[in-house]
């Protein structure tokens, strides 16, 4: 089996030569390719305790400990990312995905808005607290994050024309949400003026609302 002689060969070289960083990345890779997961984790946290921290290093290790069910082992994992980099968001919104991933929707929310704390526009973090909101049935709420979405130029446009596309589909149903399907298109197009895609969206809206003369 060559994964096996593979890792017999680093871990030789690991005693040999203890300060080879390479060695140690090449023995976890090899002990997870194999399915030695839990190895591969001993391996890793070898690695961290000669080397230090490395993102690429704990988020493979966040990966497996996943792959065992281990959650709180996953979320001590980000965790050290969160800490070491308090101002880096990426990393709290790893934290948030995987307290949602789980069922976890307080703790999630918790992170989120401990985001928008650091960052009032951060786009992610609006975008799932809204989505968050709408699932709880809270659309006040959720239509004030639609608009901060919606004006925010750091959000794509693509991204805010998916969420206006239910609007269109359930127009006859949800009479009630026309007229915030009217706003946020008005956001847009003020937000992304030199996006033809964003008039087209607004458009739509008002043909689907047979006021043909603004859809033109």
């Known amino acids: 089996n060559k994964i096996k002689e593979a890792t017999e060969t680093y871990k030789t070289m690991i005693q040999k030569f203890p300060n080879n960083a390479e060695t140690y990345l090449n023995l976890g890779y090899m002990q997870e390719k194999a399915g030695q997961l839990e190895n591969a984790i001993k391996t890793y946290d070898q690695y961290e305790k000669y080397f230090g921290l490395d993102e690429t290093v704990v988020l493979e290790k966040k990966n497996m400990y996943l792959r065992l069910n281990k959650f709180n082992d ?58 968050i909101d709408s699932k709880d049935g809270n659309q006040t ?15 794509d446009v693509d991204t805010k024309i998916r969420i206006l596309y239910p609007y269109l589909q359930y127009w006859d149903v949800q009479k009630a949400k026309k007229q915030d399907a009217f706003d946020l298109a008005e956001i847009l197009t003020k937000t ?25």
Not at 75 to 88: S, T
Not at 102 to 129: G, H, S
Not at 141 to 155: R, W
Not at 196 to 205: E, H, T, V, Y
């Open 141 to 155: 709420q959720n239509l004030d994050n639609l608009k901060k979405i919606f004006a925010n130029p750091k959000m």
């Open 192 to 216: 992304h003026h030199n996006e033809a895609k964003a008039f087209a969206i607004k458009g739509d809206l008002y043909y689907f609302d047979s006021q043909y003369d603004k859809a033109l």
């Open 74 to 131: 996953a979320l001590n994992e980000i965790q050290k990312l969160v800490d070491a980099f308090p101002n880096e968001m990426d990393y709290l919104l790893m934290e948030a995905e995987l307290y949602r991933a789980n069922r976890m929707k307080d703790k999630a929310t918790e992170v989120y808005k401990k985001i928008l704390a650091k960052e009032p526009d951060n786009p992610q973090a609006l975008l799932a607290l809204a989505d």
